[in-house]
């Protein structure tokens, strides 16, 4: 005692968290998740809530309920309780909350990735996720500064328990809705699920490895696609080129959703935060939450050279793509709404979880920003940033600076 | 004897007021939190920075003692 350490007690327990994670993701990757995309809180939150917006919201192509998610809440719902953490709070600052969960999830949408997967991309080779993090640390920068300045996004007041329990209960009925989508084979009649390894030809026809889906009455004929009138909608050559659909990318639900328990659980007890590290080396000169992110990129980094998924480069990455300011500019905004809103995305679902309204409201925000994102065309694709994305993150830039300053009370 | 009440604050405001409390080199210090994180990080803080801390649960927050 005395002196001053570098690395505190917890650093250990981050850096284990951080393994866990990343040794999970290349696993579920491996396991038939899309490529560098283990775990993606913001794309796994879009992908739950495209099992609801569906076609109407243009987000059919992603619709599944993300077992790993629904993991994550319930096993951090499991940890605060068994530790006597599970408090019901909430402030004035919800409101806040929610608008900065809004830009987080487009900005991320942009980038293709939260700072989580920005990390495991990193490992996975892909130096796209550079520049992403680049922009994330210029966020978190800016952030600080705001911090320093007296910024504070809401103070929590104590709620009755049974008023923490939205987070809990919403996984559990997202888990009921994943579990009757899986066992019935499709989803119940209101929703969109995309099946298991679905691909989707250029004539617009999806098929499985067992069975043709669209369009309805068509079927398998020497490796072309015949619909029921016996013309041949896409021909042999198109089907063995058609591309995955991205909901249908996905490791075994049980999997999933075990992984999903485990990072919860252990992000809870370890209070790992993938913005936090950057954020507290740069205000309050402490590492341990850096250490979870050290532990988290050589996790995924070891275990994809292991299973021959790394890959080191800017083109021809997964569900990237490689526009450089499309990379940089919305992960600027990704960092600075997650530090306003006091985490990245995965403490967010945790603090949810663990009782906390303003955090439900955050991961709320999330959710209507994935629709807008999809349903106004501002989401990238592989090709690049959507031409709205420019505008759009200019309004989100003024809106995010504009709570920034109207939170900033003299200390 | 310094108190710094962070009660209903997200990270990272319980750290950075607790790390400024400790500027004038107090001989104690308490620190009243109310969730499980602010309790862990600043109790390390605390550990780190040379003092002895105990954590008591009072209701529903934390009364986090940190003496040298």
């Known amino acids: 005692m005395g002196k001053k350490r570098v690395l505190g007690p917890s650093a250990w327990m981050l850096g284990a968290t951080g393994l866990v994670i990343g040794v999970f993701a290349a696993f579920l990757v491996k396991q038939g998740n899309p490529g560098n995309m283990g775990l993606c809180i913001a794309c796994f939150i879009r992908d739950i809530t495209s099992f609801f917006g569906g076609e109407a919201m243009k987000m059919n192509a992603f619709a599944y309920v993300r077992p790993e998610i629904v993991g994550i809440m319930l096993g951090a719902t499991v940890g605060a309780f068994a530790f006597r953490e599970f408090k019901a709070r909430g402030s004035s600052g919800a409101v806040y909350r929610f608008v900065l969960g809004f830009i987080f999830m487009v900005s991320a949408l942009i980038f293709l990735g939260c700072p989580v997967r920005a990390w495991l991309r990193l490992g996975g080779g892909d130096l796209n996720a550079a520049v992403g993090i680049a922009g994330l640390v210029v966020g978190i920068a800016v952030g600080t500064v705001f911090l320093k300045r007296g910024y504070i996004v809401g ?239 200019g309004v989100m830039a003024v809106v995010t600076l504009g709570i920034g300053f109207l939170r900033t009370q003299k200390a | 004897m310094v108190e710094v009440d962070v009660r209903g604050f997200v990270c990272p405001v319980p750290l950075m007021r607790t790390k400024k409390a400790l500027e004038s080199d107090p001989g104690k210090v308490v620190v009243l939190a109310s969730d499980g994180t602010a309790k862990t990080n600043v109790t390390y803080l605390l550990q780190d920075e040379g003092y002895a801390v105990t954590v008591t649960e009072d209701g529903d927050d934390y009364r986090i003692e940190g003496t040298k």
């Not at chain 1, 889906?213 to 009138?229: E, H, N, R, W, Y």
């Not at chain 1, 936090?276 to 532990?295: F, H, M, T």
């Not at chain 1, 009782?355 to 106004?376: K, T």
């Open chain 1, 155 to 393: 103070r929590a007041k104590k709620l009755t328990k049974p008023a923490g329990l939205v987070m809990p209960v919403i996984a559990v009925v997202l888990l009921a809705l994943a579990l009757v989508t899986f066992y019935n084979g499709a989803a119940p009649a209101g929703f969109a699920t995309v099946a298991k390894g679905a691909k989707k030809t250029a004539e617009g026809a999806v098929f499985t490895a067992d069975k043709v889906i669209a369009p309805p009455g068509a079927s398998m004929v020497d490796g072309a696609i015949v619909g029921a009138d016996g013309e041949v909608v896409s021909p042999a050559e198109s089907v063995s080129v058609a591309a995955g659909i991205p909901g249908g990318s996905r490791a075994p639900l049980y999997l999933a959703l075990v992984g999903g328990l485990a990072i919860g659980l252990a992000a809870q007890r370890s209070r790992f935060c993938s913005v936090g590290g950057v954020r507290d080396a740069i205000l309050i000169k402490r590492y341990d939450l850096l250490v979870g992110v050290a532990g988290l990129v050589i996790g995924v980094a070891v275990m994809n050279i292991v299973f021959g998924q790394f890959n080191l480069g800017f083109d021809g990455q997964p569900a990237a793509h490689t526009n450089f300011l499309g990379n940089f500019l919305p992960m600027i905004l990704v960092g600075l709404t997650a530090v306003f809103m006091g985490g990245c995305p995965l403490r967010q679902v945790v603090m949810a979880s663990e009782g906390d309204l303003d955090a439900v409201a955050a991961v709320l925000g999330m959710m209507v920003g994935a629709v807008a994102s999809h349903a106004l065309t501002l989401a990238s694709t592989g090709a690049g940033p959507a031409s709205g994305a420019w505008v759009a993150m």
